[in-house]
C-alpha cells in the first residue's frame, strides 16, 4: 500500500518570498501524485498532478512541483507567495495498480505575514 | 472537472439525533466517496457510494452508524446517526474522476453538542 508523509505541520513566509512544502511518498512503482489546497472555510482544490512524462508540473495559481523518483518526493513550489496562499495544502499519492482512492498526507498549514 | 455542492454546508446538532448530509454532482459520476476531516487533521475516508449497491466501509466505519444512499449518479447521501460530540467534524463529498483524481464538495461542518 501507498503512503505519504508532509514533515512540516506548519510553515511560515512572508508575503512575497518564495515557499516550498515538502512531500515524501512511498510507493513501490511509479505512483499518482498530487497537491490539494484548503482555504479556511472550503473544500479541497486540486492545484496540480503528476500521472507521468515531465516531472516538473504546473498547476494553478502559480503553484509548481517537481516529481524526483530518486529521492521519492513531489515537493510543492511558489516563486512569491500572496497572503491569499494562506491555507491548508495536502499532498496524495496513487496507486496506477490500485483502488482509485488516494492516501492524503496530514497537512501542512501556510501563513503568511505581511 | 465537476462541480459538487452540499447540503447542508454547516450545522449545530444534539448529542443522540442524526443528520443527513446531501450530495449534487452536475454530470453523471460513476465513483462517489465520503470523507471525514477531523478538527486539524487529515482526510478520513468513510465509505465508498456505490450505485444500485451497499456503499463499501472503511475500516472502523460501520453502516449503522454512517448509513448511505446512492440513488443515482449524480446524487449521494450520508447520515451521521445517533450522534456524539466526537462526530463534530468537515463531512466531504468527493467524486473520482480516474487514474485516483478527485474532485470535492465544499464539505458540511458539523458541531455536535
Known amino acids: 500500500a501507498q503512503s505519504v508523509t508532509q514533515p512540516d505541520i506548519h510553515i511560515t513566509v512572508s508575503e512575497g518570498a518564495s515557499l516550498e512544502l515538502r512531500c515524501n511518498y512511498s510507493?513501490?512503482?511509479?505512483?499518482?501524485l498530487f497537491w490539494y489546497v484548503q482555504s479556511p472555510g472550503q473544500g479541497l482544490q486540486l492545484l496540480l498532478k503528476y500521472f507521468s512524462g515531465d516531472t516538473l508540473v504546473q498547476g494553478i495559481k502559480g503553484f509548481e512541483a517537481e516529481f524526483k523518483r530518486s529521492q521519492s518526493s513531489f515537493n510543492l513550489r511558489k516563486p512569491s507567495v500572496h497572503w491569499s496562499d494562506a491555507a491548508e495544502y495536502f499532498c496524495a499519492v496513487g496507486a496506477s495498480g490500485g483502488s482509485y482512492i488516494p492516501t492524503f498526507g496530514r497537512g501542512t498549514s501556510l501563513i503568511v505575514h505581511p | 472537472s465537476a462541480v459538487i455542492s452540499q447540503k447542508p454546508s454547516r450545522d449545530i446538532c444534539q448529542r443522540g439525533t442524526s443528520l443527513t448530509i446531501q450530495c449534487q454532482v452536475d454530470?453523471?459520476?460513476?465513483?462517489m466517496f465520503w470523507y471525514r476531516q477531523q478538527p486539524g487533521q487529515s482526510l478520513t475516508l468513510i465509505a465508498t457510494?456505490?450505485?444500485?449497491?451497499?456503499?463499501?466501509?472503511e475500516s472502523g466505519f460501520v453502516i449503522d452508524k454512517f448509513p448511505i444512499s446512492r440513488p443515482n449518479l449524480t446524487f449521494s447521501t450520508l447520515t451521521v446517526s445517533n450522534m456524539s460530540p466526537e462526530d463534530s467534524s468537515i463531512y466531504l463529498c468527493?467524486?473520482?474522476?480516474?487514474?485516483?483524481?478527485?474532485?470535492f464538495g465544499p464539505g458540511t461542518r458539523l458541531t455536535v453538542l
Open positions: 510507493y513501490g512503482a511509479t505512483p499518482y
Open positions: 454530470s453523471q459520476v460513476t465513483m
Open positions: 457510494a456505490n450505485q444500485g449497491s451497499e456503499a463499501t466501509y
Open positions: 468527493s467524486v473520482g474522476a480516474g487514474l485516483n483524481e478527485q474532485f
